[in-house]
């Protein structure tokens, strides 16, 4: 087999390259523009062109040596041109996919800067403080009561008794019939002849909650009512209450006030004979105007700092029965990462960060009665007597009458504000003078059973010697363990990273030492090209 032959130096082939490699030498020095005169620089375009072949160059480096996902394809010269731009369109696709994947997730870390998750249902209930327990009887005004001032109190002439059962009534406050300012006036005059206010006549007309509680029992020990119950001015008139402490001060007699613990309650058990008994007696014969159609009690449990109204778990007891309130709690706490965040970010409060103008403690709840109370004063120029004061305000007197029913709506609005429809309640986004709900809070979800009271159960038994009551309430925690909610920011600056990072890894393969490359291929290879350059 022949091979043909090539020539390993040719001799003419070399003297034709060095007399065109010496015709562009002496072009060079007879240009006045050449680009190797030290006296003139070079051109901007041919500048910028040197500058593209080197970022060019160096990017075709990085492309070949990197470790993200696709690279090194668009760049490969043993692929078709074609392969290779459709690599490039793939990792173009990848990178606006993952700037959009991280723009996402940074907005919804910026719009639910927080988050609550439970922590444990196992949280022990003793760590939970028992709930305020607040009763209020069915009937507003005692029978016994009105009968005595409808003999004693003076009428002008020409009125008969009739003006003063219906003056009787007003202490009620009906919510949906306005009174005429005609009846108002007479009203008024006949508490002025007999000296009285609106509010002197509420408080002698409503009966003492505190003889309604014969027998209590506290974690298995008979204890005194009156050094377990206070009384307390709810929107349901006067009550009775346990565990309470959202007031600046109590209402306990002076003799065993120093007996009254300093902060709530608490159980070590489960199981009524651990909780709250009680024995109520409802004294229907004393019944003289209720808006309800039979007889018993109102059960409001609620936290121990919260004002009791319309927010609370509330029961019905009723004559006759003996009823088991099972109390299954549930705690929320806020870690310190939330109390060091922005109040704009975290939108809510602690119990100590704003104080209250007649409550101990801030709470939502107690915000908003606050509120409503701040509307009220604004809308009548005072205060309704079964609204909790605490000497600050002028109390409303009979001619202001019509005013408190309009007032009376606005604790029954979940805005405080009989103008807003539904639609406008779900889509708010503040509530009004400002109240952010509670950073830290503990609910009470409560279930009753009732069964029909056996009066013989009582006849031995020294502990309800009282045995003319007719109802047995039991108030108890449920079970040992509870549920624990713990509130924590949505994203820190680890989370964050974590979280950036595993959208980068998983599409593009993208990492810390990824994103040093790239510099590097950009600013320390060049200088150490440049100092090697010999």
């Known amino acids: 087999m022949a091979f043909k032959k090539r020539r390993i130096f040719d001799l003419r082939q070399v003297q034709a390259q060095q007399l065109a490699t ?22 901007p375009d041919r500048h910028f062109r040197r500058i593209g072949a080197w970022f060019s160059e160096n990017m075709r480096n990085y492309c070949q040596t990197t470790s993200l996902h696709g690279f090194s394809y668009i760049t490969r010269q043993d692929i078709s041109r074609r392969e290779r731009f459709f690599w490039l369109v793939v990792v173009i696709l990848a990178i606006i996919t993952s700037i959009v994947l991280v723009v996402v997730s940074w907005y919804w870390s910026q719009e639910t800067p927080t988050v609550t998750v439970i922590e444990s249902s196992h949280f022990p209930t003793w760590n939970i403080p028992f709930p305020a327990v607040t009763i209020c009887n069915f009937n507003k005004i005692s029978k016994t009561k009105a009968l005595t001032l409808l003999e004693q109190m003076q009428l002008p002439a020409g009125m008969n008794k009739s003006e003063l059962h219906n003056l009787f009534n007003l202490t009620l406050l009906p919510v949906d019939n306005l009174i005429s300012n005609s009846s108002l006036q007479i009203y008024d005059r006949i508490l002025a002849l007999n000296n009285l206010t609106l509010t002197g006549l509420t408080q002698q007309l409503s009966p003492d909650c505190i003889d309604m509680i014969s027998n209590c029992i506290w974690k298995g020990i008979n204890t005194r009512c009156d050094s377990l119950f206070q009384r307390i001015d709810t929107m349901e008139g006067q009550c009775c209450t346990f565990n309470y402490f959202g007031g600046i001060t109590n209402n306990f007699p002076e003799k065993i006030a120093y007996q009254v613990p300093k902060r709530p309650y608490r159980v070590t058990g489960c199981g009524y004979p651990t909780g709250l008994s009680v024995l109520l007696n409802p004294m229907v014969s004393d019944y003289y105007g209720t808006f309800f159609s039979g007889y018993g009690f109102r059960l409001l449990l609620h936290d121990a700092y919260n004002f009791p109204d319309e927010n609370s778990e509330t029961k019905v007891v009723t004559s006759t029965r003996e009823s088991f309130v099972r109390i299954n709690p549930e705690s929320t706490y806020a870690t310190s990462d939330i109390r060091r965040m922005d109040l704009s970010l975290r939108n809510c409060l602690f119990g100590s960060e704003r104080s209250m103008h007649g409550l101990r403690r801030y709470s939502f709840i107690n915000c908003m009665f606050e509120c409503r109370v701040k509307m009220t004063v604004d809308l009548c120029g005072c205060l309704p007597p079964y609204v909790y004061n605490n000497n600050s305000f002028k109390v409303c007197g009979v001619l202001e009458t019509n005013c408190m029913i309009h007032s009376k ?43 029909r009271l056996d009066m013989s159960y009582f006849t031995n038994r020294p502990t309800y010697s009282n045995a003319t009551d007719r109802i047995l309430l039991h108030v108890f925690f449920s079970d040992l363990m509870s549920t624990r909610y713990r509130t924590d920011i949505f994203q820190n600056w680890l989370s964050a990273l974590a979280s950036f990072g595993g959208l980068l890894g998983l599409i593009m393969g993208f990492s810390i030492v990824t994103a040093f490359e790239f510099l590097y291929f950009l600013t320390f290879r060049p200088i150490f090209n440049y100092i090697n350059r010999d």
């Open 22 to 43: 010496t015709a562009s030498s002496s072009h060079r020095r007879s240009d006045p523009n050449t680009e190797h005169h030290p006296l003139h620089p070079l051109k």
């Open 409 to 451: 709506r606005l604790f029954s609005h979940a805005l405080a504000n009989l103008n807003f429809s539904l639609s406008v309640v779900r889509e708010t986004d503040s509530f009004p003078c400002g109240c952010l709900p509670d950073c830290q809070s503990n609910h009470y979800v409560s279930e009753s059973t009732m069964g």
